[in-house]
């Protein structure tokens, strides 16, 4: 399994603060993930990177900024966090050193509440 | 644009029952096709894939079957178990595109 740490893995804020989501990997993949699971909604990719400094959006992305600068990090960080931010928030990283058809792994979640 | 589409939840069964859980898809290209599963409180994981057309992904008694002139990618199990109670999500990731596509995810619950 590839190491991927979610921190914090609990969170609860208040409307309007800042919130920083950290993804942290030990298997040197190239691509990492950002994404959010509601129900009703499935998941929903919020920001991708495809390496250092290299970053897209995903489809649901307003409100939401991300950084790497490490191959290992991958940051989320919500500016002024609103209720509708409240969701868990998964990480994912993809490896493409060997296959072009890899599969995604998953951290174990950061559950994040706005009030 | 890419698509997958999942058979509705949530899905009831007793233990031992078969189970089928239906995914199918629209892409451009020849997508690989995924099964993830996630137990409650955990984050996904690979149950099984396929990359091309006829091939068959299979894990711990689950099978699913690219069929490329159906566009589909079924998941079944012949004897479920109560611990097979999950979330269970079909994808695609086309070739060198670096986006996945999932689809809305079906609960499973398996009752003794």
């Known amino acids: 399994d590839a190491g991927i740490t979610q921190s914090p893995r609990h969170k609860v804020t208040e409307t309007g603060t800042p919130v920083t989501l950290r993804c942290h990997q030990t298997?040197?993949?190239?691509?990492m993930y950002w994404y959010r699971q509601d129900p009703g909604h499935g998941l929903r990719l919020i920001h991708y990177?495809?390496?250092?400094?290299?970053?897209d959006k995903g489809e649901v992305s307003d409100g939401y900024s991300v950084s790497r600068s490490k191959t290992e990090d991958f940051l989320l960080t919500l500016e002024s966090a609103t209720s509708s931010q409240t969701s868990v928030y998964f990480c994912?990283?993809?490896?493409?050193?060997?296959?072009?058809?890899?599969?995604?792994?998953f951290g174990e979640g950061s559950r994040l509440t706005v009030l | 644009g890419n698509s997958v589409t999942q058979m509705e939840g949530p899905v009831t069964l007793s233990e031992e029952a078969f189970l089928t859980i239906n995914c199918t898809y629209t892409?451009?290209?020849?997508?690989?096709l995924f099964w993830y599963v996630q137990y409650p409180g955990e984050g996904l994981q690979l149950l099984l894939k396929?990359?091309?057309?006829?091939d068959k992904g299979s894990n711990k008694g689950f099978e699913a079957t690219y069929r490329k002139e159906t566009t589909s990618f079924h998941l079944e199990k012949g004897s479920v178990q109560v611990s097979d109670s999950a979330v269970y999500f079909c994808?695609?990731?086309?070739?060198?595109?670096?986006?996945?596509?999932f689809g809305d995810g079906t609960t499973l619950t398996v009752k003794p």
């Open positions: 994912a990283t993809r490896d493409t050193t060997y296959s072009n058809t890899g599969e995604l792994f």
């Open positions: 298997e040197n993949h190239r691509y």
């Open positions: 990177s495809y390496g250092v400094k290299d970053t």
């Open positions: 892409a451009t290209g020849y997508p690989s």
């Open positions: 396929a990359t091309k057309a006829d």
């Open positions: 994808a695609l990731r086309v070739p060198n595109a670096g986006k996945s596509t």
